[in-house]
């Protein structure tokens, strides 16, 4: 049988990286490399408020609600800056519910997560792989998901661990205060 069956609740835990991350998750990998030739999927926990660092995907990416109230936050930055630079005036927040499913495109900075102070799960899915034209003949390129913890440390060059660090903290602590800010008018 070609089909291959996978339970969310059962499926394998990833490692959390905490640079990722802003607050406690659980991430279980459903599909992969292994077990899929186009498709990474993973289910992910949400506890108390947390969210994802800001970061963006090569390839567009779908969420799927499945419990709680969640948010997503996509942010503009001006070409001409970088994410270091970054004021997030251009912070775009909206709420997750269940029954919707979210697109996100190529190469958007983004961020998602947990409502303050609530618990929330979603399936997050997206191709692994994209064609791009090569000098003979197209190409399958493995794609990629860019964190800001990588984007903080190109910007900054070799200053050292504990600035690159203070950096993320101090954009987290920036994109948490407006989501909390965002989400006192909302009536979860």
């Known amino acids: 049988m070609n089909v291959n069956k996978k339970n969310l609740y059962y499926s394998d835990e990833k490692k959390v990286n905490p640079y990722y991350f802003d607050g406690e998750v659980i991430i279980r990998e459903i599909f992969n490399e292994s077990s899929s030739n186009d498709q990474e999927v993973y289910f992910v926990e949400f506890d108390r408020g947390a969210l994802t660092t800001i970061h963006f995907h090569e390839t567009e990416q779908f969420l799927v609600p499945l419990y709680g109230n969640g948010v997503i936050g996509e942010i503009d930055i001006n070409t001409s800056n970088s994410l270091v630079d970054s004021t997030f005036e251009n912070l775009i ?34 191709k692994m792989f994209e064609t791009k034209p090569g000098s003979e003949k197209t190409e399958l390129v493995h794609t990629q998901t860019i964190w ?11 200053e050292g661990q504990s600035q690159i660090l203070n950096e993320l903290n101090r954009i987290s602590g920036k994109i948490r205060s407006a989501v909390s800010i965002w989400a006192k008018d909302k009536k979860f």
Do not use: D, T, W
Not at 96 to 124: D, R
Not at 148 to 158: D, F, R, T, V, W
């Open 93 to 126: 927040i909206k709420s997750l519910n269940v029954g919707e499913i979210v697109s996100i495109k190529p190469n958007i900075l983004h961020f998602h997560g947990a409502f303050p102070g609530q618990n929330f799960s979603h399936v997050a899915f997206r």
């Open 148 to 158: 800001g913890y990588e984007m903080i440390a190109k910007a900054l060059g070799p």
